[in-house]
């Protein structure tokens, strides 16, 4: 029977008044369940049409900032006044428990509609496979491992530099693991933070998702500075502001190509550093074992374990030891923005469990192999590592931003090498510019999501035809200004507050995932569904959650150990031995200021809302989840795949 017309555009569906139902459907973007209707069989609506007409180029241009109507989802404000009893009789027709309030009051946040939002963004869906092993490789290493990698092996020496990396690296590949599971079966806005409002408590994930965003958006101006910085490598006497504004318009722009621009891009910012640091430790390797003849300071020829003994393995002892933590949790953010594609990635059973093994390979490249070699052939003790200073050649301030201090360089220059200092402070360049580039997509992304559910002002939740968050990125943007205080004389104590505020926040957001895995896979089980159902499962398990949530907590306390009683350092900007209380306690603020940061935003939320810990009978387990079309034959074909291959090839997909 021939269809009947339609020259209508097809109207918003009430996503809110459809109850959290078992089933092969799901609301979540790419999946088996379509929010449209058909259009009917050779019939083309005349909205349809005129979108297609050859327009202007110009106007074409114009008209991508507009919002695209079909992808727009109207739910009832989650700000309610009083608890709409719209979504109550919904509830009662529900096969699935949903968020209720305990009483009337006033203000309400509608769980539920929040977890419908976050299922249905906008967000355009371009990111492949190869976008996100690239990013779980190498996206957003930067500073934090090639230049405060440095002030980590003067605090501890290179033997707590390996133990502590070796230990964080564990945490985190616990924590990634879980994270892929959730990610994958829910590929919602906000990831993480959208994970804590559901699994955990509405204030949480308030708490959560604005400490992430505020991570990245400090994160924003501090790469900012640290790569204009890093031009005065080749000429210290130009105006830093000159590069402020240049990067700053190249990170906006990548950005405003849409999430295939930045998946693009951080495709060969991760292929250069990849490229780097493994040549960087092969030319290691052949530093230590003396492929280089002695120089008249005696700084090359054989070395082997000759730093180990003199100056020693370790410095500082425990104390040393724990300070390391932190800086070592500090390298490793970023590591989750694989989490927080999803919600943008084509396929994210495909690709995201592919790309959550690779960050086993960035763990150990990155950061445990490269590491050894730094400890073998830098000596902790070396005049120009972060924190260390030459007698009577003090500097007025000391930065992570200043690649001067990178262990890195310091290394290949011990080489007389002297062409290469120079190409190893591009790719530090090239690696500050890809951290900049998932501050602004990791912030935008997040405070669109908080929008998303109402925790952030609504305008931040505008996505255009092109699938971006416009005014999401636009307010990073602004944020980055804050990186032209790198010409005014006290940038140094601007920088550090502004490290100050996302020094612990990735510690926060790591225990969280673990944390919500904990509680999914206790709600998956009270509701009698099988391991099965699920399209990727956590390597580590459950238990690896339990690893990832001790280590985080373990992390936060040796943090604030080490916060109250510091080893103070240069790198404070004052002398070890006449150390002032003032300085100390400031200091301790310094290195703690984010938790009373997370304790104010969840706190305020929780006061504001009234509400409660979600319980595990009530929490909604199919909103927003990804189903696929006949997923146990798929599961089985896979599984007798695998019986097939030779022992080898099993090692070698279990890590890739």
């Not at 021939?2 to 918003?12: A, H, I």
């Not at 809110?16 to 929010?35: C, H, L, M, T, V």
């Not at 083309?44 to 049409?49: D, I, S, Y």
């Not at 490249?365 to 590491?371: A, E, K, P, R, T």
């Amino acid at each position: 029977m021939k269809p009947k017309k339609r020259d209508t555009m097809p109207t918003d569906i009430e996503m809110a008044a459809y109850g959290s139902r078992g089933g092969d459907s799901s609301f979540a973007q790419g999946s088996s369940w379509s929010i449209r209707e058909p259009f009917g069989v050779g019939h083309v609506p005349a909205w349809a049409r005129g979108r297609h007409r050859q327009e202007p180029r110009l106007r074409r241009f114009i008209d991508s900032f507009k919002r695209d109507p079909v992808r727009r989802i109207s739910t009832h404000g989650i700000y309610g006044h009083g608890h709409p009893d719209h979504y109550r009789d919904q509830a009662q027709d529900s096969s699935e428990p949903s968020f209720e309030p305990t009483r009337e009051r006033s203000h309400y946040f509608d769980l539920h509609a929040a977890n419908v939002r976050t299922a249905n963004t906008g967000l355009a869906r371009e990111l492949k496979g190869r976008h996100l092993q690239m990013i779980a490789i190498g996206g957003s290493v930067g500073t934090g491992l090639f230049v405060a990698s440095g002030k980590c092996l003067f605090l501890g020496g290179p033997a707590a530099l390996i133990i502590a990396y070796g230990f964080v690296g564990i945490m985190l590949w616990c924590t990634i693991q879980a994270l892929g599971e959730l990610a994958v079966a829910f590929p919602v806005a906000g990831s993480f933070s959208s994970y804590s409002t559901r699994f955990l408590d509405p204030a949480w994930g308030f708490a959560m998702g604005w400490n992430y965003a505020l991570q990245w958006l400090t994160v924003l101006p501090l790469e900012l500075v640290a790569a204009s910085i890093t031009i005065g490598y080749w000429n210290e006497h130009l105006n830093k502001a000159i590069f402020i504004t240049v990067f700053l318009t190249i990170v906006v722009m990548i950005n405003l190509f849409g999430v295939k621009g930045y998946g693009e891009a951080e495709f060969v910012f991760s292929l250069v550093k990849v490229t780097a640091v493994t040549g960087f430790i092969i030319l290691a390797a052949v530093i230590n074992i003396g492929g280089f003849p002695d120089d008249p300071q005696g700084n090359t020829g054989y070395i082997g374990g000759r730093y180990w003994e003199n100056p020693g393995a370790f410095h500082n002892g425990f104390k040393g030891l724990c300070s390391v933590f932190v800086s070592a949790a500090f390298a490793f953010t970023g590591t989750e923005l694989v989490g927080l594609a999803a919600a943008e990635t084509a396929n994210p059973r495909k690709s995201l469990p592919t790309a959550i093994k690779q960050v086993f390979w960035r763990i150990t490249l990155f950061y445990v192999v490269s590491l050894t070699l730094i400890g073998l052939i830098v000596p902790y003790n070396h005049p120009r590592l972060l924190g260390n200073v030459t007698p009577g050649k003090e500097k007025d301030s000391y930065s992570v931003s200043d690649t001067s201090h990178s262990p890195f360089v310091i290394a290949i220059e011990s080489a007389s090498i002297q062409v290469l200092p120079g190409i190893m402070n591009a790719v530090v360049l090239i690696a500050v510019l890809s951290v900049g580039n998932s501050a602004v997509f990791g912030s935008s992304r997040t405070l669109a999501a908080l929008a998303d559910q109402r925790q952030a002002p609504q305008i931040l939740a505008y996505v255009d035809r092109k699938g971006r968050p416009l005014f999401a990125i636009l307010f990073a943007a602004l944020v980055g200004l804050i990186g032209y205080l790198a010409d005014l004389k006290f940038q140094a104590d601007v920088l550090n507050w502004l490290l100050a505020v996302s020094g612990l926040s990735s510690i926060f957001t790591w225990g969280s995932i673990c944390l919500c895995h904990i509680r999914f896979r206790r709600a998956w089980a009270r509701r009698g569904r099988s391991l099965n159902q699920l399209s990727f499962t956590a390597q580590a398990g459950i238990a690896g959650s339990y690893i990832g949530l001790f280590l985080n907590f373990f992390v936060l306390i040796a943090q604030f150990w080490t916060a109250a009683f510091p080893i103070v350092t240069f790198t404070d900007n004052q002398s070890p031995d006449h150390a002032s209380t003032s300085k100390v306690v400031q200091t301790f603020f310094l290195q703690y200021l984010c938790v009373p940061i997370v304790v104010a935003f969840y706190l305020s939320h929780k006061f504001w809302f009234r509400t409660r810990i979600v319980r595990i009978d009530e929490m909604d387990l199919d909103t927003g989840r990804r189903r696929d079309v006949n997923l146990p034959v798929l599961l089985m074909r896979e599984r007798e795949e695998v019986e097939g291959w030779p022992g080898w090839k099993r090692v070698y997909r279990f890590f890739c």
